[in-house]
């Protein structure tokens, strides 16, 4: 049983476009949510996160939205780079839990 | 970056064999974690510590045992190999408010 989907497996953009990277999640005892960003042969690194009591939280060219009725979150990378080509993991966590329960992740490709 | 190191990076070991992971912070932090990666199934949870001598089972802890004597020092033990076990395994710290910050990454090969 999935707690938290990422459903595309793959993404392909063009660079200077949007690029949108999309998670659902079942549990709604989760309160706190997480993406990271991963490169080959290296750890996930955290890029950005959002409390259930925001729908909305901005770093730079990173916008995490947080649709709680709907159980979505969804990460917005505006304009995308060939550098933000990586693997995407949307993590949650909350409900007093130190654990992280982690999406299967979508693979971005930014086309230059 | 967080300050944390795994070792070995890239392990080749053979069937049966028992084997040990490390995972070193220079954090000070109550929780580490060990995940593991693999094609298909993102990032799960093998087991965590919430402090010395402290630790819980995760989702896929079957075959796996860690040990934490010390703040610092996380270890992973794979009891006797298989070749289901190969896989990149990471080693997490938390910091505040839930948000882990992961190590390197250790390539294990079990032939």
């Known amino acids: ?112 | 970056d967080a300050g944390i190191t795994q070792s070995p990076r890239h392990k080749v070991t053979e069937t049966g064999t028992p084997v040990t992971l490390r995972c070193h912070q220079t954090e000070n932090h109550r929780y580490m974690y060990w995940y593991r990666q693999d094609p298909g199934h993102g990032l799960r949870l093998i087991h965590y510590s919430y402090g010395v001598k402290d630790t819980d089972k995760g989702e896929v802890s079957d075959g796996y045992s860690v040990s934490r004597s010390k703040t610092e020092d996380f270890l992973l033990t794979l009891e006797s190999a298989t070749s289901s076990q190969t896989s990149v395994y990471f080693c997490a710290i938390s910091g505040a408010r839930e948000t882990q910050y992961f190590g390197p990454g250790t390539r294990l090969l079990v032939l």
């Open chain 1, 1 to 112: 049983d999935q707690q938290v989907k990422q459903n595309s497996p793959s993404l392909s953009v063009q660079e200077g476009r949007i690029s949108i990277l999309n998670c659902d999640y079942t549990n709604s005892m989760f309160d706190y949510f997480l993406w990271y960003k991963k490169y080959p042969a290296e750890g996930p690194t955290f890029l950005i996160s959002i409390s259930s009591i925001k729908d909305k939280n901005e770093d730079g060219r990173f916008t995490v939205f947080l649709n709680k009725s709907a159980k979505h979150l969804s990460l917005h990378i505006v304009p995308s780079q060939p550098g933000d080509s990586a693997v995407y993991f949307c993590a949650a966590g909350g409900g007093g839990s130190e654990k992280l329960v982690f999406g299967k992740g979508t693979k971005l490709t930014v086309n230059p």
